[in-house]
């Protein structure tokens, strides 16, 4: 059973995805806007429609907050005190830090912060669709609090809805969507702002050749929403703006100073760079079990993820045996690839874990 | 009779474009690079190859400057003393002042700046295609010292390549392209190397979505045509830069000091602006001939020109009637579309021009 808070393009899809699995799952969605949970009824998304997010949670074994950002820690206080037993809690923002901190002094061990890499130029329930996340990228963020089951739980879920599920810490999370998706949004909307105030709309047009277009293409994105997301992320985005400035600054020391041959060397490497990042590596691949002792303390379970999300090997299934006698277990991964499960193997080797390769049963 | 020089993408473009409008064109090619203006021969594009610059001039009504931007002034001395009388001379490069400025002093009146909005991933006379101007807009960049004899020569060329016309200031152009083009080029690299510096690969592309990829899409270009466009165009780059830098400033103002509801203003005027940019006004339609009384002094027909351009007017055709008793002319001027013209009309009667419209016989 079910509970999609928040019942937009995101909790819509993500319901559709889960009915397409399971024709029978029980999804309960909730939407502060009047309305939207109906209409998730009326499209087929949803079994029924909660009055409350407290009520809609009340029987559901796996709770998605598919709120805006700023929704998130509110939500989980008001829906602590009615989780069922063994409940697990996750969220679907793009910012990860705060959230999961202020999630799991609400939540302990049952939320797992997520960021599935999949959206649309539309909007809300209508827009939703049972495809949304296939093939993308699901991050999850587990910390040293996330428990293996929860964890476990939340990545199934998104692997079922068709992503990839992939580990990294909430801070590095939090650095990088600064770097790939924050700062860009700003500087696209600053492009066109500097351009605009530079001369007449139609000598714009006969310049604006298609690398402005592309460049300035987000700029036309939704403000409210973009304000919502820079605020979840504010420090983040603080830290990587400063950085970004300061590259622009040293690239007009370097035009200034006409070192052109440094400049060269510099375009040179942005370009390899720009090149190699979407060189994707194969992450497809038969199914690779490894299984290594492990502490049952907290921490384990973010560390092997993240380590395994840093080297790109998508985990495609996780499970820890507890030890009948306590203190220890045994950690069982499954990673999609030989390639990936060797270089994993050997990273983990490195943190001083015991790795052991085998088959899936 | 033409002379190319630099016979690459662009260069080699223009030729098979003139061969195509007129398969018995004479053109001959100039290359500094061995061989590439034998293979412009080979290609059908060039009449002949010529061992140097001068000597492919030396019977040319008109010569295209096809070359890197930093080698068109010196071209322009080469040639200079070669030309023949009433033969006129334009250039290809991205950025315009310094180089109209350099061309002028040598080459007086019979040099029209240019730079047509049009390229390619490719590089090199066998990228070259008679097509690649096709719709495109081809700047004209007019001073007081050019005159109409040569304005009207190679805005024909253009037309009859396919491309559209327009006329702007030079220093006009290169404040806008260092704002379309060359301040967008070095955020997109900036933007990738920032990005590169604050994570590993797999976590970069796991995270990178599809708007970061249009943002820097361009990071991969070439670096070493980078270099000589950024030093073609420094200063405006610069004072283009410092005035980008400068909104990011404010915008980290904003975030830091929490102005949420004045980011969301600023956010979604850069929106409208955006989204306002891209809608094409309609500048086809039947061709309006609009004929003034002007002086025969320097600056007229930049005057004029940059005006059409200014509000996106297509210049179809153009021609000074000059007085038998010297002083006064009369100007001709084709626009494409009675909209266009009218707006044009009322510009030029509020410069003090006495415009009177007929149609074209």
């Given at each position: 059973m079910y509970a999609i808070l928040g019942t937009g393009l995101i909790g819509g899809s993500i319901a559709l995805g889960l009915r397409r699995e399971d024709a029978g799952a029980h999804i309960v969605g909730f939407d502060l806007a009047p309305g939207v949970a109906a209409r998730g009824v009326e499209r087929g998304a949803l079994s029924s429609s909660a009055p409350s997010a407290a009520e809609a949670v009340a029987q559901a074994e796996v709770v998605v907050i598919a709120t805006p950002a700023g929704a998130v820690a509110d939500i989980c206080k008001e829906i602590a005190p009615h989780l069922k037993p063994g409940a697990v809690v996750t969220d679907v923002a793009s910012a990860k830090s705060s959230i999961v901190e202020a999630a799991e002094a609400l939540l302990d061990g049952s939320f797992v912060g997520g960021h599935p890499m999949a959206g649309s130029e539309r909007h809300g329930i209508d827009a939703a669709?049972?495809?949304?996340?296939?093939d993308a990228w699901w991050i999850l963020t587990p910390s040293g609090a996330t428990g293996s089951e929860a964890y476990s739980k939340i990545a199934a879920l998104a692997s079922g809805l068709g992503a990839k599920p992939v580990a990294l810490d909430p801070a590095a999370h939090d650095a990088l969507v600064a770097r790939l998706s924050h700062i860009p949004q700003l500087t696209a909307s600053a492009l066109v702002d500097a351009a605009v105030s530079a001369g007449d709309r139609e000598a714009l047009l006969g310049l604006a050749a298609g690398g402005f277009r592309d460049v300035t293409?987000?700029?036309?994105?939704d403000p409210k929403m973009w304000v919502s997301i820079l605020r979840s992320n504010r420090a983040a985005v603080m830290e990587a703006l400063e950085g970004f400035a300061k590259r622009l600054d040293s690239l007009g020391d370097l035009i200034a100073g006409e070192r052109w041959d440094e400049l060269e060397r510099w375009l040179a490497g942005a370009r390899r760079a720009r090149i190699e990042m979407f060189v994707r590596p194969d992450l497809s691949g038969e199914p690779v079990l490894l299984t290594m002792p492990v502490l049952d303390r907290p921490g384990v379970l973010a560390e092997v993820t993240t380590a395994a999300g840093r080297i790109g090997a998508n985990i495609e299934d996780l499970r820890i045996v507890h030890s009948t006698e306590g203190g220890r277990g045994r950690l069982e991964i499954v990673i999609a690839g030989r390639g990936a499960a060797d270089a994993l193997a050997q990273v983990l080797n490195g943190l001083g874990y015991a790795v052991e390769r085998g088959g899936v049963d």
């Open positions: 669709h049972p495809d949304l996340f296939e293409r987000i700029a036309a994105s």
